[in-house]
């Protein structure tokens, strides 16, 4: 799928009070996601032979200078064969405690229509859809960062990497890979490298939807100069399929 020229973002009541106030793009730490059940790899069971394979090539990648090589490969291949279960159990805690990834990740969508994401993130309809162009690279590109389409694998299986030589191709996938539960979502997201804030301008906000149950002054955010050039839609249920209609407001006079 080619990156849309949009991209949305559903918020509650009150990140849209927020937003309406002051135009934010956040980067929570990647622990914080919503799906971090997804958010692992899965640790492969090694062989003796593949243990001991995968302890010379990380004692070689990242050798710990303090202590001979024949000790870090004795280290690394006894790791190699520790159960995948005890290993997955040991990154669920570190994750959870906001220890072992170094990411930062603004989860936005292709969609704007979906009644399961309105209902979901958008507080039952009562809040607000924002979109920013998928190309502003005063937030992205020049800050370092890089947009990724979510992947959702056909069986379902998380990507696989030993945990005594883990390969960055490997780990690298974790952060836009998800279970096909998730695949409605059509998720993209932006990756970075800290947690800094972004402060839209004027021209960064594409559009705003606002939800069937959204009970805020449109117009007088409609006249704010922050959203010179954004587009406005109301969100109302679709008669006909089960999605919800995007309709077109006319600029208050």
């Known amino acids: 799928m080619d990156r849309p020229a949009v991209l949305y973002k559903y918020l509650n009541r009150k990140g849209a009070d927020v937003f309406l106030e002051k135009p934010q ?14 958010s692992l790899p899965a640790f492969s069971a090694l062989s003796e032979e593949l243990s001991l394979q995968n302890s010379i090539e990380r ?13 870090q490969v004795i280290f690394y291949k006894q790791l190699g064969i520790v159960s995948p279960a005890y290993l997955e159990q040991l990154m669920r805690e570190l994750v959870s405690k906001g220890q072992g990834y170094m990411a930062y990740i603004c989860s936005l969508v292709a969609r704007p229509d979906s009644i399961a994401m309105w209902s979901r993130y958008a507080e039952d309809h009562r ?4 979109g920013i162009p998928s190309n502003l690279n005063r937030v992205i590109s020049d800050k370092g960062r890089f947009v990724q ?4 694998p056909p069986t379902n299986e998380r990507p696989h990497t030993p945990f005594s030589n883990p ?18 979502q059509q998720e993209w997201r932006i ?7 972004d402060v839209l301008q004027s021209g960064d906000i594409a559009e705003i939807i606002f939800g069937w149950r959204f009970a ?19 969100a109302t ?17």
Request: charged share 30%; with cysteine; glycine share 6%.
């Open 127 to 130: 809040g607000i859809v924002f």
């Open 216 to 234: 805020g002054d449109k117009k007088h955010v409609m006249k704010s100069a922050i959203f010179e050039g954004t587009r406005f839609f109301d």
């Open 25 to 38: 793009l956040q980067h929570p730490e990647f622990y914080k996601l919503d799906d971090i059940c997804d």
């Open 167 to 184: 390969k960055l191709d490997d780990i690298a996938h974790v952060f836009w890979t998800k279970g096909r539960e998730w695949e409605y």
């Open 149 to 152: 389409q979510v992947e959702y």
């Open 191 to 197: 990756i970075s490298g800290n947690a800094e804030t």
């Open 59 to 71: 004692a070689l990648r990242d050798s710990v200078t303090t202590l001979p090589f024949e000790k």
């Open 237 to 253: 249920p679709c008669p006909t399929h089960y999605r919800m209609s995007i309709c077109e407001i006319e600029m208050p006079s």
